[in-house]
């Protein structure tokens, strides 16, 4: 099951390696990782999606909270949550199919042309994991991707809910 794990941590070098090593040594895979500083300027959020059964998901939690670095971790999977991922793609752009591109675009709120040119189109989209790779298979089928860059999962609690460091 896809599981979304967010984490505040210490923002001093080495905790990011220090959370990512303690998946690696123990066999957990990573799908996406968002990290950023918090408005605490000594304070990171750190956002992960992996995949795994409760068990594994209640030992990847009780295994991080154990690390020096790591100030709170929820997973917010079971939680009601907002999640978002940005998607930057460069699709080539064949006169005969511009107006299906445009059209791809337009029928997607989060969609907005960011660059173009007479050869390509650089476009932005920002939605949920599954609706970021709904408008990416959309979208190749109406042009030819030519490159990608996704910022993985970034995710928070709904309502009044504040993960906060433990006192």
Known sequence: MRRIISILL????????????????????????TVATTHEPMVSRLTLVTFGDEAVIDQIVKQSR??????????LTTRDHIEAELLMVKVAVAPKRATGLHECVARHAGALL???????CTIRFAGSSGEVSAFLAELESVARVLE????GTAALERGRVVLMPAA
């Open 148 to 151: 990608i860059a996704r910022t």
């Open 66 to 75: 154990k690390l020096v670095d790591v100030l709170e971790i929820a997973d």
């Open 114 to 120: 960011s660059d173009t040119d007479e050869a390509t």
């Open 10 to 33: 210490q923002n001093e070098a080495g905790a990011l390696a220090r959370v990512a090593g303690m998946f690696s040594a123990r066999g957990y895979n990573i799908d996406s990782l």
